[in-house]
């Protein structure tokens, strides 16, 4: 893989030029296609500030409702935490500018102000991947759904919510395959986003899900 960084004017020259086929990330997921341009950790436009997390109360009847957390490493279990400081060090480098999802409508509503914690892994380069956890309401989560069908992205109910997948891979300039994708679950007040570059840890939003509605 070209050490290269992506830079943003290379994200949309890749997106313009090159054809793209769909391909299974590394777990068993749909791969439904997308004309999405790979994500860009070191894009040159860093993204809006997210708001500083402020918790929620996460006490509902049906207990899909959650607090969003207070910090990055309360999104994972213990196990998941240690595997991903090993493989993708570090946690939220600064120079990281890659947005938790390429789709313009979620954009839109995680720019909305909405309560969310962003957590990144990995240094900027081609490889790495962007989490928000984000405090919705119920028209804001039909609308994400709405708007990843909308998209081509697999759909399925999973744990009381419902799990949302795409992947892609192209060929950039130098002839390297680079795989990207992106996977939300949405359930009660959550929203968990993630867009990922040539890193997709096996299990990766199952394990926010456990640690967050378990």
């Known amino acids: 893989m070209s ?13 313009a030029t090159l054809l793209a086929s769909c391909a299974a990330e590394p ?7 997308s004309s999405t341009a790979p994500p860009s950790p070191s894009a040159s436009a860093s993204p809006t500030p997210s708001p500083t997390p ?8 049906s207990g ?17 935490l240690a595997s991903l400081n090993a493989q993708a060090p570090p946690l939220n480098d600064p120079g990281v500018t890659m947005y938790a999802t390429q789709n313009v409508d979620l954009l839109e509503i995680l720019n909305s102000g909405i309560p969310t914690i962003r957590c990144t892994w990995g240094a900027p380069s081609e490889f790495g991947l962007a989490t928000n956890v984000s405090i919705v309401d119920a028209g804001q989560s039909a609308a994400i759904l709405t708007a990843l069908r909308n998209a081509g992205f697999g759909c399925a109910e999973v ?5 949302c997948r795409i992947s892609q891979q192209r060929v950039d300039l130098d002839d ?10 949405v359930r009660g007040n959550g929203w968990v986003s993630t867009s990922w570059l040539n890193f997709a840890p096996v299990g990766y939003t199952e394990d926010i899900v456990d640690t967050l509605w378990g």
Request: charged share 15%.
């Open 64 to 80: 899909d409702d959650i607090a969003l957390p207070a910090a990055c490493e309360d999104l994972y279990s213990a196990s998941m």
């Open 159 to 163: 744990d009381g919510g419902t799990i």
């Open 176 to 185: 390297n395959v680079v795989k990207f994708g992106e996977t939300h679950y």
């Open 54 to 61: 402020t918790p929620t109360p996460s006490a509902t009847a």
């Open 27 to 33: 777990v068993a997921e749909p791969t439904p296609s």
């Open 3 to 15: 050490g290269r960084s992506y830079t943003g004017v290379a994200a949309l020259a890749l997106a």
